[in-house]
């Protein structure tokens, strides 16, 4: 059943996944723990999230739907149904050809979300893809590494000793920044985007949406270094829901290993630095700030392209091509993944879509997460607790509502119910239901978070054991 199309009920969201980014404040703390992200903040009175961020004045036209740019395949789904709101979208700084114009496709922070995400393949599936089971199947070969994060040579020291100037950081780490050429739309060298070196075994992190139709093509994919060296590169694992990509280089002796930083440790107004290829112009360095932490980002317009981010928020240029790229800290450390921008307008064949001061990243600490599980197994998985959650209508801000309980699902086995609304995360307060889907994708599956709900005129907590689903 999808109540997306069911005129009774507002469209809905079904609550999954998120891996949690550590918080331990141990300057080197485990990565897969997958302890609970500290103080998870969504927007609250006087900060919207970006769909009602611009001036509220007069009501606006719903935003068209996304035109396919040249080179892309238009979407399997019809485009969905938008309510009035401003047209403010997020683009993912998508592959861009490397010849030609910029390749964009819609990424879409919703107002409404139109397509609810089936989660957990129904109810007697929930438990299928479990996290034991899928730790238990661990592949062999080059690129894997059975023992995640542990088996690999990370970098333990950060290239500058104290925070440096933008130039210092740029030096620092331009040469553990790469490029990314991969197949896109029947052509070998369709699409550009950029990545960075995470250790000394030849692996390279960058977005899933870079790599996606070369892989699922078996198409070439091509790492490019600092010095132009070119190398053929494999993919080790993909998470779509999370938008990463873990590459394989075997031939990786001249590749500079970047140093992982903490998101968690980063401030609002943090000076930070963005590397990568922008309109596949290799080595840009833009610098700027974070503007926001923990912000709630939904990015795609379907089902198949979906991802959710608990985004750090920057101000630092990002435009097409810097998909993948590090987002950089004082002392040249990652922070973050360059992923998705926000744009006034829809950018349409006659108009790109670029950089307006609004960026996202993804945390480092999901880079741990999702990449300790895909050299584990070449698979990364996400939480679910077996429900939907209205988005529709204007957020006020009071929480998210349960709209369905899939049968014999995590959130069933908990006693949640069909207009429960919940208003906290583990303690944390949670706006509206992109906000919960989020907070629940900060945890691992196998993990007990706790819901503070609202029934009627009563208020109770209710703990949730999340099951897990490979994505």
């Avoid at 692996?203 to 994919?221: C, F, W």
């Avoid at 699902?409 to 992109?434: C, F, M, Q, W, Y």
Wanted: aromatic residues 4%; hydrophobic residues 40%; proline residues 11%.
């Amino acid at each position: 059943m999808n109540d997306a199309h069911d005129p009774d009920h507002e469209p809905t969201e079904p609550l999954g996944p998120l891996d949690v980014p550590s918080t331990d404040p141990d300057p080197e703390p485990e990565p897969v723990t997958g302890q609970p992200h500290p103080q998870w903040a969504p927007p609250g009175p006087g900060v919207t999230p970006l769909p009602e961020a611009a001036l509220a004045a007069a009501p606006v036209a719903a935003p068209e739907p996304t035109t396919p740019l040249p080179g892309l395949a238009p979407s399997l789904l019809p485009p969905p149904p938008v309510p009035a709101g401003p047209d403010l979208t997020v683009r993912m700084p998508l592959p861009q050809a490397e010849r030609g114009g910029a390749k964009l496709a819609g990424w879409v922070i919703p107002v409404v979300a139109a397509v609810a995400l089936i989660l957990g393949l129904g109810g007697g599936l929930l438990g299928a893809l479990a996290y034991d089971k899928i730790a238990d199947d661990s592949p062999s070969g080059p690129g894997y590494a059975g023992d995640g994060l542990a088996g690999v040579d990370l970098e333990d020291t950060a290239p500058l000793a104290a925070p440096g100037s933008v130039a210092d950081v740029a030096q620092a780490m331009l040469p553990s920044t790469v490029q990314i050429i991969a197949e896109y739309g029947g052509e070998d060298a369709g699409a550009t985007g950029s990545g960075w070196v995470m250790d000394g075994d030849g692996h390279i992190v960058t977005n899933n949406h870079v790599v996606a139709e070369a892989a699922k093509d078996n198409g070439p994919i091509v790492v490019v270094d600092h010095d132009r060296n070119r190398y053929d590169a494999k993919v080790v694992g993909r998470s779509p829901i999370y938008d990463l990509a873990v590459l394989y280089v075997e031939k990786h002796d001249q590749l500079k290993p970047a140093k992982l930083g903490y998101a968690a440790k980063l401030q609002v107004g943090e000076p930070v630095v963005a590397i990568g290829s922008p309109l596949s112009l290799p080595d840009t360095v833009t610098s700027g700030i974070v503007s926001y932490l923990h912000r709630p980002v939904t990015t795609g317009s379907t089902a198949e392209d979906s991802s959710w981010i608990d985004a750090i928020q920057t101000d630092a240029a990002i435009n097409p091509g810097n998909s993948g790229g590090p987002l950089v800290n004082q002392k040249g450390e990652v922070v973050g993944v360059n992923s998705a921008i926000a744009t006034a307008g829809g950018g349409s064949v006659d108009a790109e879509a670029g950089n307006i001061g609004v960026g996202f990243a993804i945390p480092v600490e999901q880079v741990r997460v999702t990449a300790d599980q895909i050299l584990r197994t070449g698979k990364a998985q996400y939480p679910v607790i077996g429900a939907k959650v209205k988005t529709g209508g204007v957020p006020t801000g009071d929480g998210a509502e349960l709209d369905e309980i899939i049968a014999k699902s995590p959130a069933e086995k908990a006693g949640l119910r069909r207009g429960d609304l919940i208003t906290h995360v583990n303690g944390s307060r949670v706006a509206d239901g992109t906000a919960l889907i989020v907070a629940i994708r900060t945890y691992q599956p196998g993990q007990t978070i706790q819901f503070t709900i609202k029934r009627g005129s009563q208020q109770k907590k209710v703990d949730v054991t999340l099951d897990g689903e490979e994505g």
